[in-house]
């Protein structure tokens, strides 16, 4: 079982940036895709990027190609995500994902394990 903990949420004005953290428990991070979607209010849940185990294969949603980065450190058990120039339609809570296989991929119901999101609110 992995237990997946964001953090690094908050509120930031447009233009700026914040770095979400996600930390895994368990014995099995270092295979695992990961990734990170989010939800706005009336909203579904939307892909945002992804990670494979080696960190050879990243995908970015259209909406926050060239302003997201994902990255991850498998010896400290988390992925990252880098968000610059941030906009208010970025405002929503931020989940991250794993999976039990060590391929990235865009798909929501693709994940087997989620976490608690954290809220990222971007004022205009």
């Known amino acids: 079982q992995v237990q997946l903990v964001e953090s690094g949420g908050g509120l930031v004005q447009a233009g700026g940036s914040l770095r979400l953290s996600c930390v895994a428990s368990g014995p099995t991070f270092s295979s695992n895709g990961m990734g990170w979607f989010r939800q706005a209010p009336g909203k579904e849940r939307e892909f945002v990027a992804t990670i494979s185990r080696s960190g050879s294969t990243i995908y970015y949603a259209d909406s926050v190609k060239g302003r997201f980065t994902i990255s991850r450190d498998n010896s400290q058990n988390t992925v990252y995500l880098q968000m610059n120039s941030l906009k208010p339609e970025d405002t929503a809570v931020y989940y991250c994902?794993?999976?039990?296989?060590?391929?990235?991929?865009?798909?929501?119901?693709?994940?087997?394990?989620w976490g608690q999101g954290t809220q990222v609110t971007v004022s205009s």
């Open positions: 994902a794993a999976r039990k296989t060590n391929f990235a991929t865009r798909f929501t119901d693709e994940y087997d394990y």
